[in-house]
Nanobody
Framework: QVQLVESGGGLVQAGGSLRLSCAASGGIFSINTMDWYRQAPGKQRELVASITRGGSTNYLDSVKGRFTISRDNAKNTVFLQMNSLKPEDTAVYYC?????????WGQGTQVTVSS
């Protein structure tokens, strides 16, 4: 059983930066891919960025060049560095870990970008 705890959300002005963290515990050696998703009010949850254990990454088109996902396997933590934030980035951000065949979710952290 994997537990995920996110931190780092908050309120920031447009153009600002935030760094999200997601710490994993329990069953961590079985984790392969870790992802960040987000869900804005009235919208579906969408994949923002993903990173494999080997370090391969993938990004949502609208965040490319602004967001960077990274991973510290030794500390079992994944990060999302968010720069040049826009009001449309406002959402609850969720960490997800895949330890096939299981998928685990964090509780979410709110990111609010004011214009």
């Amino acid at each position: 059983q994997v537990q995920l705890v996110e931190s780092g959300g908050g309120l920031v002005q447009a153009g600002g930066s935030l760094r999200l963290s997601c710490a994993a515990s329990g069953g961590i050696f079985s984790i392969n891919t870790m992802d960040w998703y987000r869900q804005a009010p009235g919208k579906q949850r969408e994949l923002v960025a993903s990173i494999t254990r080997g370090g391969s990454t993938n990004y949502l088109d609208s965040v490319k060049g602004r967001f960077t996902i990274s991973r510290d396997n030794a500390k079992n933590t994944v990060f999302l560095q968010m720069n040049s934030l826009k009001p449309e980035d406002t959402a609850v951000y969720y960490c997800r870990a895949t330890a096939a065949p299981h998928i685990y979710w964090g509780q979410g952290t709110q990111v609010t970008v004011s214009s």
